[in-house]
Structures are given as structure tokens and as C-alpha cells.
């Protein structure tokens, strides 16, 4: 019989409801369902489902050594209290596993290899190791010699193979780390460790932020693996691990300073970049912050994030009836799936019960909650190093980043407008929108359309971000990639600039080089019936026409949507300028819905068209309830006048300035530009 759920304890915890035995109940109920999925001596959980690119043996083992990451936190933060035998099982599976690694019988773990050969057992030897290190004294300790020499062997094929070129390095840096542990460190795990750290150093970008490998990728990898490992050696190892001098744990901190924003106030982590399916595994970062010390954000803000993580997903179907978490976001989601991933994959979310190892009296558990970050007033917020800007709203707890960045391409890569990736190529994410299938419209885009292709964004090349007092702003430029045997166009660039400020987004175009008589496109937010969220894209200038087209595949969040789409033409050099905007206003969603015709364009939304587009003309005004009018362009640089306060925003292209000013105080506010 399943236990009934803790009570949930509002005084505590008024925002979310949970405690640590939330935490706890969470993991035994996720643990207990798919401990029916293991063969006889436990060796592996094959949970059902369609298998990965790896095959079944691999995702057997991912199944074991992401649940044991579960059992770990589980057991060693109760100090060795293992009601529920996790340990033992665990034994025998370890036991079973490394006898005949690379065997085809029902128990036999896959040899660790190179990641080109057969490399997922790489990763999970990661996983193996640190639940391994973390339950010592009630698991590494109670094998026999034999089982452990054989645990030890496997181990080291991570140590003797070649990762993938990215976090992967921290896989054997990982399992170096535990055999050191244990008195079985070398030459070979010296060095594993020395050339991790030294590719994260590499790696760093500044404000906290790793780019996954060479290149700018920067996602939640940032935090559930390229923070978590490092950190956490060294907290395991009483600080004189691969944090003992500070630089990782400092870094921690910083990464929090911007990350902790990124949650909204539903307690939904901002969807953007790949492995989405790991979920709640996004607290990871915040977790090991509030159980190491290194974190600017408060124990009760703490964990009203993590908290509020773990309950969204919960409550939204990310446990099917069957008890086991599944392949997708909040129920099933094809698009949240890449090739890597297996059943057991979502179990990468283990890692955030990493908030376990903070004991019962620990004040993450025992300070009343707070607010999280994005509950407060409206924030703007400019991440230059991954060329993020953080914006969000307190009234609706919306959280975006828009992304000038970040686009997993590394440096040798060559740009293919076949492999464009919605999880990276969008302008903006959120926590509760998009992006859309690639075989449906796209969101938060920017395009040239040329001979009948469309020109993808690729590699992003960041122009800088910054933020003042309520405002902030990101720029960057790409250049736009064609299907077909001629990809790129000669001297055709794209430079992209958005101005934020409270829920209104400021979106700015120029184009330079287009081809005569080229189509422009601009869409806004993919948002779907009943999702609570109004998304709206006005026309300031340049565009000429305005629909808004269905995403019949949906996203994440809805499996079925609409979004808000600008057309025009352009020849040569031209700017355009939209304002678009996402809140949760019940009356303005109302509103849209009712509006909105078979076409999907409404009375109003026309009216807006109207107004708003100014085709090649010198000045536009925006409609009143847009946020902007007065929208000019003059010498190159475009001019706009806000609504609310009357001031200014100006954008100059050669070179890049963006600044805000006020007609009482002509002073500029902090800018980053170049």
C-alpha cells in the first residue's frame, strides 16, 4: 500500500506547503515504483518504454545509478537511517553488475568505453561514484574485498576513455574523485581530475557561468553538472577537494546571484536549452548552494525555490499512474526528448535531492519560507558573460531570458540551417511558453525569408547586455543561414537588440545586405487556450502586415498554440520594431481569446495594425495601450518613447549604444555596449 502524503505545513512553509519530509516521501515514492523494474539481483532497472539511442543494456544501468543518486541523498541524509533496505539492494546490484562486465546475461553492466563507441556508461560511472562516496560508511564499506576490487575495475574504464568534449570530463574527474577517496587514487585519477579542472577553467566565462565545451552553450548543464560536480567534491572532502581554494564555490555563488531568478512563481524553471526531461533536477544548483554554504539566496528562499520546483512538476502529471517519472515535461512531450534519452533518463533529476544532505536542523529546513526572487517586484537583469537578459514580472511571476548568447554550436561546427535547434535558437524562453516543433511556426524569432527559405539563426555572436534601474537590454547578431546549396549570402547580417522594462519587451532589428525584395518575419510568444498567458506582438516600424498563425504541435505547455506574427519586405539595409509582451492578466487573456477571428487576427489586433505599421516611412506611432510611441529612426539609430514615464530609449548600430533617458534627468543609466 502506498503511505499517504506528509501533512502539508503552511505555517512554515506558507508558500509551497512542503518540508523536508515532502522531500523524502518523494524520493521513496520514486524509488519504490521503480524498483519493480529491476532484474533478479538488481544489477538493473529496464523501466518500460521505448529504449535510447545507447540500447537496452546502457539504459538498464542509467536506471540503477540514477536511482542509487536518489537512495544516496536519501539515506546519507538521514545519517544512515534506511527504513526501506536501499542499501543492501543497492549492494547486490554492484555485486551483480561488475562481474562479467560486457556480457550479454540479465545482469551484466556495459563496459565504459570512449563516447563515440559506447560512451552513456561513462556518464552513469559518474553516478555510480558519487552515490558510492556519499553512502560510504552503508555501502562501500559493507562490500567485500572481491565486490569492491570489481566495482573499482569497472570504474576505471571512465578513467582510461575519452569523453565527449563537453561536462563529460567531469564524469571521470567524478569517479577519480571517489577511488581517491578511498585510498585507491594514482597517476591515472591525479590526472583525470587535473585536466577537468583545468578544462573548467577553460571553460568559464565569467558571473558564474560555464559554457558546456568550447564554444557558448550555456544552459542548465551550468548548474546540474558543471557547478554540482566540482562543488560538491570538495564539500565531500571536507574542502580540500577541487574547491579547496574557493574558486568553484565562489563561482556557485555568483551563478546563483542570476540563476536564482530563473524560477518562476509557479516554481517552474525557465525551459530553455536540452535534457528539459531531468525537470526538478534544475534545483540542483540551488541545493548544493544552500547545503555547501556557497549562495547568496536565504535558506527559506531556498528553498521555497526548490520546493516550488519539485510541487509544479508533481502536481502537473511529471509522475504517471504508474508511479515512475516519464519522458517529457509536465506528462509526455516527444520535442522535451533528445536521442540520448532513455526511460530512466528523467532520473537525472535525483540530483536535486541533494538538498537531503542539509540535516533535519538545518535552517534550509527549519527557516520559514520566502519569497523566491521572482516574486518580488518586477527585476530586469543583464548576464553578459552567457549574453542572457533576465527579465520578470512580480504580478504574474513570469520569468524570460532573453537569449543573445547561447547556441551549442562548438567553434568547428559549421552552420546548417537543417540542424536549427528551437531549444537554442530562439530570441527568448520562458517558464511557461515555447519554443515551438521546428515543423511548426516558430516563436520568438527573427527572419529573413529569401527564395522561399528561411534564413536560421545559428551562431549567435553576443554585442553586449546591460541594465539600469528597471530596464535592461542584450544585442547581438547572426547571420542568417538558407537551405540549399548556397547557405550563407554575402555580407547579409542580422543585429537583434532587445529593451525590456516591467512586462514589455522592445524588439529591434537592422538588417544589412538583404537581397531586394526579401520577406521579413517576427513572431512573439507561442502561447495556447487555457494556459493563463496573453502573449501580444505590436508593430512599431517597418512591418507591413500581421497575423497570427496556429502551432498545431504545441510546446511543452500546451499541445496546441498560436503565435503573434509581423510580416514585411526588405532590400538592402532596414530597421524594424516590435514590442511584444507576456503576462498572466486574466482580463487581458480574456480579452484575446474572445478577439480573435478563424485567421487568428482580431478587430482589435487590426486596429493595432493600422496604427502601428509604418512600412519604410521615418516614424511610426505605436498604438496607446502598447507601451510605446514616437518611434523614429534617424541616421541609422532608432528612437522610442515610452508610455508610462515618458522617457526614451535610443539604440545607435554603429557602433552599438543603447541608453534610456528621462526628460527630467538627461543622465544615462548603467550600459554595457561595444
Known amino acids: 500500500m502506498p503511505q499517504a502524503p506528509p501533512d502539508e505545513d503552511w505555517a512554515l512553509s506558507p508558500r509551497t506547503g512542503y518540508t523536508r519530509a515532502h522531500w523524502e516521501a518523494t524520493a521513496d515514492a520514486l524509488l519504490a515504483a521503480a524498483r519493480r523494474w529491476a532484474t533478479p539481483r538488481g544489477a538493473l532497472l529496464h523501466l518500460p518504454g521505448a529504449p535510447s539511442a545507447s540500447g537496452v543494456r546502457s539504459d538498464g ?16 541524509g538521514a545519517d544512515g537511517a534506511d527504513p526501506h533496505g536501499l542499501m543492501e539492494r543497492y549492494a547486490e546490484g554492484l555485486d551483480a553488475g561488475t562481474r562479467t562486465p560486457g556480457a550479454d546475461d540479465a545482469e551484466s553492466w556495459p563496459l565504459v568505453l570512449d563516447h563515440d563507441v559506447q560512451g552513456q556508461p561513462m556518464v552513469e560511472a559518474a553516478s555510480v561514484a558519487l552515490g558510492l562516496r556519499v553512502t560510504r560508511p552503508w555501502l562501500w564499506d559493507r562490500l567485500d574485498g572481491a565486490a569492491q576490487d570489481r566495482v573499482e575495475a569497472w570504474l576505471r ?22 577511488l581517491e577517496s578511498v585510498g585507491r587514487g594514482d597517476d591515472l585519477t591525479r590526472r583525470a581530475r587535473e585536466r577537468a579542472l583545468d578544462l573548467l577553467d577553460a571553460w568559464y566565462r565569467g558571473q558564474g557561468w560555464y559554457s558546456d565545451g568550447d564554444g557558448r552553450a550555456f544552459d542548465h548543464y551550468n548548474g546540474w553538472a558543471l557547478h554540482l560536480y566540482p562543488v560538491l567534491d570538495a564539500h565531500l572532502a571536507g574542502g580540500s577537494g577541487a574547491g579547496g581554494s574557493g574558486r568553484h564555490g565562489e563561482r556557485l555563488r555568483e551563478h546563483l546571484e542570476g540563476f536564482g531568478l530563473m524560477f518562476g512563481g509557479d516554481g517552474a524553471p525557465v525551459y530553455l ?5 531531468y525537470r526538478f ?7 548544493l548552494g544552500a547545503v555547501t554554504g556557497h549562495t547568496p539566496l536565504s535558506p527559506g528562499a531556498s528553498r521555497r525555490i526548490l520546493s516550488g520546483c519539485l510541487r509544479y512538476f508533481l502536481d502537473r502529471g511529471a509522475v504517471g499512474a504508474d508511479g515512475l517519472l516519464g519522458l517529457g515535461w509536465h506528462g509526455p512531450h516527444a520535442a522535451t526528448v533528445q536521442p540520448y534519452s532513455g526511460p530512466a ?46 527579465q520578470s514580472t512580480g504580478a504574474d511571476g513570469v520569468v ?107 524588439r529591434v532589428h537592422r538588417v544589412v ?32 502586415a500581421r497575423d497570427r498563425p496556429c502551432a498545431p504541435s504545441g510546446t511543452a505547455f500546451t499541445p496546441w498554440a498560436r503565435v503573434p506574427r509581423l510580416t514585411g519586405t526588405v532590400s538592402g539595409t532596414a530597421v524594424f520594431a516590435a514590442l511584444a509582451t507576456l503576462t498572466g492578466d486574466p482580463g487581458a487573456v480574456g480579452a484575446q481569446e474572445a478577439g480573435l477571428g478563424e485567421a487568428g487576427l482580431g478587430e482589435a489586433d487590426a486596429k493595432e495594425m493600422a496604427a502601428g505599421a509604418t512600412g519604410s516611412g521615418a516614424t511610426g506611432s505605436g498604438a496607446t495601450d502598447s507601451g510605446v510611441v514616437e518611434v523614429a529612426v534617424l541616421d541609422g539609430a532608432l528612437t522610442a518613447r515610452w508610455t508610462d514615464d515618458g522617457a526614451l530609449t535610443r539604440i545607435a548600430f554603429d557602433p552599438l549604444r543603447v541608453t534610456l533617458e528621462h526628460e527630467t534627468n538627461a543622465a544615462e543609466p548603467r550600459r554595457e555596449a561595444r
Request: proline share 10%; with cysteine; glycine share 14%.
Open 513 to 544: 545586405g538583404a537581397p531586394e525584395g526579401s520577406g521579413a518575419e517576427s513572431t512573439g510568444w507561442a502561447v495556447g487556450p487555457g494556459q493563463g498567458l496573453e502573449s501580444r506582438l505590436w508593430p512599431l516600424y517597418g512591418w507591413t
Open 273 to 277: 536549452g536540452r535534457s528539459m526531461t
Open 157 to 178: 574504464g571512465a578513467l582510461r576513455s575519452l569523453p565527449a568534449p563537453s561536462n563529460w570530463y567531469l564524469f571521470p574527474f567524478t569517479v577519480a574523485g571517489f
Open 345 to 390: 533518463s528523467p532520473y537525472w533529476a535525483s540530483k536535486a535531492f541533494l538538498c537531503l544532505l542539509a540535516p533535519p536542523g538545518h535552517p534550509l529546513w527549519t527557516e520559514v519560507e520566502a519569497a523566491a526572487p521572482s516574486e518580488g517586484p518586477d527585476r530586469v537583469l543583464a548576464l553578459p558573460a552567457p549574453g542572457f537578459l533576465v
Open 61 to 76: 544501468l542509467e536506471g540503477f545509478a540514477r536511482t542509487l543518486l536518489a537512495a544516496a541523498f536519501r539515506v546519507a
Open 281 to 287: 533536477g534544475a534545483g540542483a544548483a540551488v541545493a
Open 400 to 506: 524570460r531570458v532573453h537569449n543573445h548568447g547561447s547556441d551549442h554550436l562548438r567553434p568547428h561546427h559549421a552552420e546548417s540551417a537543417a540542424q536549427e535547434d528551437p531549444l537554442y535558437a530562439r530570441l527568448a524562453y520562458s517558464t511557461g511558453t515555447g519554443p515551438t516543433s521546428s515543423a511548426n511556426p516558430a516563436d520568438n524569432d527573427f527572419a529573413l525569408v529569401w527564395r522561399g527559405g528561411r534564413g536560421a539563426r545559428r551562431r549567435i555572436h553576443p554585442l553586449g547586455a546591460g541594465h539600469g534601474d528597471g530596464w535592461g537590454w542584450a544585442a547581438s547578431w547572426h547571420r542568417p543561414v538558407f537551405p540549399g546549396g548556397s547557405p550563407v549570402l554575402p555580407a547579409l547580417r542580422v543585429e537583434s537588440v532587445v529593451v525590456a522594462r516591467g512586462r514589455h519587451e522592445l
